[in-house]
């Protein structure tokens, strides 16, 4: 579990100060895929550093497992990074390593017998998939199979964490959609938690199971992606599952409502059930139904006739548990 408490770290520019995360508090379950998603310059990276201590935080907490790692000696903090794999966009292998020598580097860091290295690296690149690969270079592999080789390195020390710096951003999407694939394969063998730092929500939509909306240093939107998919007016919801765009209104209906279901709902004749029970036609401008993880969602833009009483609409559409925004009158 990855715990993080008023997290806020200040750099100082000469006399100026700039403040890079502003009290970031998170926690992710063992064995859940978290999405960290946001612009460039909203804190991703400074996070990411700081969640490895690599750069200490001006204030707050970070917890792995318990363990509070802003709080140990320097050997401690050793002993608990090797805890956490890391995986980089680049995958920064070695050049002049082999993928098997790239593996092993973290072993032979902390000094662990060759047999007991040599029977590690088989294991990971069976596990990732490069059992062919391991006297090939760098040079060699595609991007594809140098991030195998960079996910497969995270994993030699057998972490409980793996933390993944825009782990997709530098392949195509047949590429990336395979990685994601892995991640989640992995994360379910072994068990482990993943934290994806992105700013693709395709990844997200891929892979996560909850996601958070950094900004400006501060986490605005945060949750498991029912539950931020189901928020009415998130931000997240609307990036999500975006709207193809509005069909031409009706002349002479009345107002415009955003909804969004999800789970056994999104198959289910919603859009039916209202028309029948308020005996009103119903005008779908713009529609979006999307399978993301384990659940389907779906997102509407409907606009209600003239004479229907919108708040009754409203009401009942939430009784049922559909999230609703309501858009206005048309002119």
């Known amino acids: 579990m990855i715990t993080v408490s008023d997290l806020r770290k200040v750099y100082r520019q000469g006399s100026d100060e700039v403040v890079a995360l502003a009290g970031v508090s998170l926690e992710v379950p063992t064995g859940k895929i978290h999405g960290i998603v946001g612009h460039s310059g909203a804190g991703k990276s400074t996070l990411v550093r700081c969640l490895t201590l690599l750069d200490r935080p001006t204030s707050g907490t970070v917890a792995v497992n318990g363990t509070e790692l802003t709080n140990v000696s320097d050997n ?19 050049d002049s390593r082999t993928t098997a020598q790239n593996i092993a580097y973290p072993l032979e860091l902390v000094g662990t017998p060759k047999a007991e290295i040599t029977a590690k690296v088989t294991e990971l690149l069976e596990l990732v998939g490069l059992s062919k690969f391991g006297k090939a270079y760098p040079s ?26 825009e782990p997709t951003s530098a392949l195509d999407p047949k590429t990336t959609d ?21 700013h693709e929500m395709h990844v997200v939509k891929q892979a996560c199971d909850s996601v958070s909306l950094l900004e400006a240093g501060r986490i605005v939107e945060h949750g498991d992606l029912d539950t931020v998919i189901n928020t009415a007016g998130s931000s997240l919801a609307t990036t999500l599952l975006p709207l193809p765009g509005d069909a031409p209104r009706a002349e002479g209906s009345g107002d415009i409502l955003d909804i969004i279901y999800s789970g056994e709902q999104a198959n289910e004749p919603v859009l039916s059930s209202v028309a029948r029970r308020f005996d009103i036609d119903i005008n779908v401008l713009a529609g979006a139904v999307e399978q993301m993880g384990e659940h389907q969602f779906a997102r509407l833009r409907i606009q209600l006739p003239a004479t229907a009483n919108t708040a009754e609409v409203v009401n009942y559409l939430k009784s049922i548990g559909v999230a609703v925004t309501q858009k206005g009158d048309a002119k």
């Open 178 to 198: 395979e990685i994601l694939d892995l991640i989640k394969k992995l994360r379910d063998r072994l068990n482990i938690t993943v934290l994806i730092i992105t």
């Open 76 to 94: 401690q903090l050793r002993d608990a990074r090797r805890r956490i794999g890391m995986v980089f966009q680049h995958a920064n292998l070695f």
């Open 140 to 165: 060699q592999l595609s991007g594809g199979q140098r991030q195998r080789v960079g996910i497969a390195r995270a994993l030699a020390t057998d972490p409980d964490i793996l933390l993944c710096d």
